[in-house]
T-cell receptor, first 115, second 114 residues
């Protein structure tokens, strides 16, 4: 169990640029979640995959946000035409079972700063 | 929207003292989970308590759940400097499909003074 890995740890970008973050879950976990966390707040749920299927994406913040998990392993979160309000910590988590039976294992996040 | 609300928002105590944090939520739950987050890091799971359970222990941690009051508490006994962190409660709604993940509160920031 090497834990959930997120890259990069930090990303600074200019407004209007596109950014992509990567998440590698714990290898035997088929469920993967993306959250966003702003300063002083708890994580806010964005989207959820079971294997390669994206089962919930209505909570993505706008159509500028998209996520993929092409082979049911790693996942990417892309933000197009970034805005200053997108500055936040983006957290990925994985689990082996649903949240009814299993806690989430979080990575250390990608901190995005939009200038 | 955030279902759980932790109280207090911030707590500062002396090393060795006990720390108690509370969480209130709004709708029926399947389970409630507590997580810790050190500054600039991801969240670490502490305890999961199901709606039919009233109390759970893990080392120096004790969690209680009162579904009639829609509230939970996390007690850390004999606090240590390393316990300095933010603590979040998170709920899983009853009857949901499980695809929503967890809904987190805003957290309690705990500072342990040496």
């Amino acid at each position: 169990d090497t834990g959930v890995s997120q890259n990069p740890r930090h990303k600074i970008t200019k407004r209007g640029q596109n950014v992509t973050f990567r998440c590698d879950p714990i290898s035997e976990h088929n469920r993967l979640y993306w959250y966003r966390q702003t300063l002083g707040q708890g994580p806010e749920f964005l989207t959820y995959f079971q294997n390669e299927a994206q089962l919930e994406k209505s909570r993505l913040l706008s159509d500028r946000f998209s996520a993929e998990r092409p082979k049911g392993s790693f996942s990417t979160l892309e933000i197009q035409r970034t805005e200053q309000g997108d500055s936040a910590m983006y957290l990925c988590a994985s689990s082996q079972e649903t949240v009814y039976n299993s806690p989430l294992h979080f990575g250390n996040g990608t901190r995005l700063t939009v200038t | 929207s955030q279902q759980g609300e932790e109280d207090p928002q911030a707590l500062s105590i002396q090393e060795g003292e006990n720390a108690t944090m509370n969480c209130s939520y709004k709708t029926s739950i399947n389970n409630l989970q507590w997580y810790r987050q050190n500054s600039g890091r991801g969240l670490v799971h502490l305890i999961l308590i199901r709606s039919n359970e009233r109390e759970k222990h893990s080392g120096r941690l004790r969690v209680t759940l009162d579904t009639s009051k829609k509230s939970s508490s996390l007690l850390i006994t004999a606090s240590r400097a390393a316990d300095t962190a933010s603590y979040f409660c998170a709920t899983v709604p009853f009857g949901g499909g499980g695809a929503d993940g967890l809904t987190f509160g805003k957290g309690t920031h705990l500072i342990i003074q040496p």
